[in-house]
């Protein structure tokens, strides 16, 4: 007897969020990442991704730039998870010393770590983007 298979059903697709310039803003990041990650089963990531966005959505809020803030979650391979924010500032972002007393400016540092250094900008005609990948599988040491 011939059984027909049907063919492997189309992964989930990316979500993209615009969203007004306010710190208010990365709880709505936050929720939408955390539901994509949900959809796509990687709910280990939902911590670190959280963390990574709201740090990211918050750097741009503080840009004062009053143009489009859009925060994106994509699945370029199997393998890797990349979280986009962009804005309309052409200030790219830069990790700071903050020292033992500072009482912010660790973010990038905290995003660096997470990410293992995989993450970054790239200016754009009308502002940035910086994207930070996660690995949706634990990487060799």
Known sequence: MYVASRPPAAPP???T???PYAPESARAARQMVR????????????DDAELIVSELVGNAAKT???TALVVGVRRPTENLV??????????LPVRIDAGP???SGRGLDLVDLVTK???GAQLRPLGKLV?????TRPTAA
């Open 101 to 103: 007393a500072a009482e």
């Open 131 to 135: 994207h930070a990948d996660l690995a």
């Open 82 to 91: 990349r979280l986009l924010v962009a804005d309309g500032s052409r200030t």
């Open 13 to 15: 697709g990316p979500a």
């Open 64 to 66: 004062g730039c009053m």
């Open 35 to 46: 539901a994509k990650l949900q959809e796509w089963n990687l709910p280990h990531l939902v």
């Open 117 to 119: 250094g995989r993450w």
């Open 17 to 19: 969020l615009r969203l």
